[in-house]
């Protein structure tokens, strides 16, 4: 039987997908207040992807509310 010498690839490192509990938080404290919380979000067509949390209020406010500025705050 032939051997090959074929390298070992390192493993790759488990990561940690925080975004998505960090959003889901935030998607749950901030959309009654009229932000909506994006958690995977595509910057480009194709990869690479971010990890990214994008807040977003309504288009049609003109202003932050109170409640919005207090949950910054």
Same mark, same amino acid.
Request: proline share 10%.
């Given at each position: 039987?032939?051997?090959?010498?074929?390298?070992?690839?390192?493993?790759? =490192?488990? +990561?940690?997908?925080?975004?998505? *509990?960090?959003?889901?938080?935030?998607? @749950?404290?901030? !959309?009654?207040?009229?932000?909506?919380?994006?958690?995977?979000?595509?910057?480009?067509?194709? =990869?690479? +992807?971010?990890?990214?949390?994008? *807040?977003?209020?309504?288009?049609?406010? @003109?202003?932050? !509310?109170?409640?919005?500025?207090?949950?910054?705050?």
């Amino acid at each position: 039987m032939p051997t090959y010498n074929v390298p070992m690839s390192k493993p790759q =490192p488990m +990561r940690t997908h925080w975004h998505q *509990l960090l959003g889901k938080l935030l998607e @749950l404290l901030l !959309t009654s207040l009229g932000i909506k919380v994006y958690v995977d979000f595509n910057l480009m067509s194709k =990869p690479p +992807r971010a990890d990214i949390l994008l *807040l977003r209020r309504d288009p049609h406010q @003109l202003t932050w !509310t109170i409640e919005q500025l207090a949950c910054f705050a």
